[in-house]
């Protein structure tokens, strides 16, 4: 089903991306501190 393929690409880099990098960026914060 393509509209259900585009709606899971579409939550991935709408909430799954944005979720690793802020996790990424604390962690590297923390690194640093």
Request: hydrophobic share 45%.
């Given at each position: 089903?393509?509209?259900?393929?585009?709606?899971?690409?579409?939550?991935?880099?709408?909430?799954?991306?944005?979720?690793m990098?802020?996790?990424?960026?604390?962690?590297?914060?923390?690194?640093?501190?």
């Amino acid at each position: 089903n393509d509209g259900l393929q585009a709606f899971v690409e579409n939550f991935l880099k709408d909430h799954f991306l944005p979720a690793m990098f802020v996790d990424y960026r604390k962690c590297v914060q923390q690194a640093i501190s």
